[in-house]
């Protein structure tokens, strides 16, 4: 059996926060001594999404009822949270900016959505739903 290890950056958290714009995840974000944790030992950034082109370095993110919009390139990751406000507030726009200006184009990029609630699951009033 191989028990090899492969080297893996501390996880980073997304906290969704509308406006704080997109995180880049490099080796000086990593490095700042003032990083906030979780109760968990989660490094925790309140923003719209995450990039990051460090190898083995996990994005992850919490949401109550949204999707996970994770995108993929072969030398890039992003991850936001796929919500009504997300689309709305251009963040998804954002978060493609990062892959673009990092000269990764549209074409090798893969998006995966994860697991979220439907609009079976609850109702919305009607100002929610115009906007």
């Known amino acids: 059996m191989n028990t090899k290890k492969w080297p893996v950056n501390d996880p980073v958290l997304l906290r969704s926060q ?11 974000f ?8 979780n109760e968990a030992g989660l490094i925790v950034v309140a923003g719209d999404g995450l990039f990051t ?10 949401s ?5 919009i994770m995108l993929e390139s072969q030398t890039a ?6 919500s009504w406000r997300c689309i709305g507030k251009d963040i998804f726009t954002n978060v493609m900016d990062s892959f673009l200006n990092n000269k990764i184009q549209l ?4 998006l995966r959505l994860g ?17």
């Open 18 to 28: 509308y406006g704080k714009g997109v995180q880049e995840v490099d080796e000086e």
């Open 30 to 37: 990593l490095n700042r001594s003032n990083l906030p944790k």
């Open 53 to 62: 082109r460090l190898p083995n370095q996990p994005l992850l993110n919490v």
């Open 77 to 82: 990751i992003a991850i936001l949270v796929g």
């Open 115 to 131: 697991p979220g609630l439907g609009a079976s699951s609850y109702s919305i009033g009607e100002k929610t739903y115009l906007d």
């Open 64 to 68: 109550g009822d949204a999707h996970s």
């Open 107 to 110: 074409k090798d990029i893969t």
